[in-house]
């Protein structure tokens, strides 16, 4: 076979975004970040077993999975990463364009794929590359929202184009082990190799990411797995073959038990068998049993529609079209917001105050004169402002019972709104379902098991911080207290160290 670079993916049809900007991407947009040579050198240990292998890298950047094998092809869109993947690989054959279209329209199958796909977030993976991406891997079998970051439909493109009894192997950011994107990724290669490995490694293989990255294995195209292996490793270290050593996670239990999440797998067996035995427990409740939990308001102009005591007065603004708003995590470092509390923040002159105004109201004049500031001028063309209508009212402004943080450090805080405060987007707010259950709710709260329990339901974002979304918030299990005080301490701590140590937090820092 002739190796040049010739391109399959030229030329790209009108109306592609790569046809139609030839600027170049930044890394970021690109996900280019390139795998640290030990790391090459195992995974093409783990998936190479003859030279007359055909090996895949999907996403070559600039060759170094395919320049220690002869017989490769890599496909890359960027071109001054094809170039030096030429130079660097002269013995392979190298696409230059998108691996979705080549994907979609290639009938070559390989005896093994390897490489490292882009970490571009759905924020940035979009337009026709997404549109792309997304319909290729619904033809596979394969479901993801818009929501999905670039690298899990790479891996199920990857994948299809491996020939039976075939082999890949991967870099995969961490979040394989949570991300609502990562299972359809797990269930699509456990329905078709018979071994799928996940290697989990707490060291940074990226010491410059913020995002953790794990390995994936899978081997023996064609077959079907029950199981997904699972080992967890402090520090990688090159290795010929995938660890000899792993947990054995049944596909249903990931599915049923697990919410479709393996990070709870870097936990001991007995502090998993508690937790598990505990959440089903008859007495247990979540979170979402006694609360809805919600995102605060949105303005789109936070210094326009935040104001502080002075220049409230300075604009006339009435008393009753303020309300005082808890705008960040930083308020909420003790266990009540109260009058107080608001009473500090009006002599500090802190921008305390949300200016709510309501649809159907008579605009006071001061209203209307601070709206028509040039301050209020430039609020009205943000975004936010341009979509509503009226652009001054902010929706979705409640008063919660409880805040709860969105990103934390140690652990989440709950705070009981005693101030009849709002709050906006970077907190959460509760709103409770029932009289009793806020008595519940506080009782249960602080203990290591509900914390614990944060962290299995929320996910890391990097950096050593947690986040809980809602809807991993509501998933939160409170214990009844009898049932809390009978548990294993040690168990529970040792893990709740644990889960920590994985997402790098350390307190003092
Ligand atoms: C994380 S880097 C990996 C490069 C190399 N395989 C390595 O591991 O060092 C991902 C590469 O994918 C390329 N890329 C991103 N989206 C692509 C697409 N849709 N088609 C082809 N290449 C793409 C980027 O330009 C980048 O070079």
Redesign the pocket.
Known sequence: MKRTGRSYCQPLFAGDEKFQTKMPRTQKQ??????PESVVQALLNWVIRRKEDRLL?P????G??IASHPNSVG????SA?VEAARLRAPCALIHDG???TWAAQTSERFDCAA????FIRYQMFKGK?RTRALHLCRELGADFTGLTS?WAPFLVAAASLVARGGRMAF?VPAEIGHAPYGAPVIKYLVERFSVVHIVAVRSKLFPTLSEDCWLLYAGGCGGQSAEIRFTALDHFRPMRTPPREYEAVSVKDWRTSWGCRLRPFVMSHPARDLYREVAADRDSTRLGDLGRIGIGYVTGANDFFHLRPSEAERSGIPDALLRPTVRNGRALRSRRVDAAMVEQWRRADAPMWLLRLSRDMTLPDTIRRYLDSSAGKAARQSYKCRIRDPWYVVPGVRIPDFFLSYMSGVQPSLVRNDARCTCSNSVHGIQLKSVVAGHQIETRWNSSFVQLSCELEGHPLGGGMLKLEPGEAARVVLPVPSRLARLDEQIVNDALATMRSWRHYSRGR
Do not use: K, Q
């Not at 690109?30 to 795998?35: H, I, V």
């Not at 496909?75 to 960027?78: K, Q, S, V």
């Open positions: 690109n996900g280019a970040y390139y795998t890298d996403s070559c950047g600039d170094r999975f496909i890359e869109w960027d990463s998108d691996f979705f490489g490292n796909p882009p590359t670039s870099v």
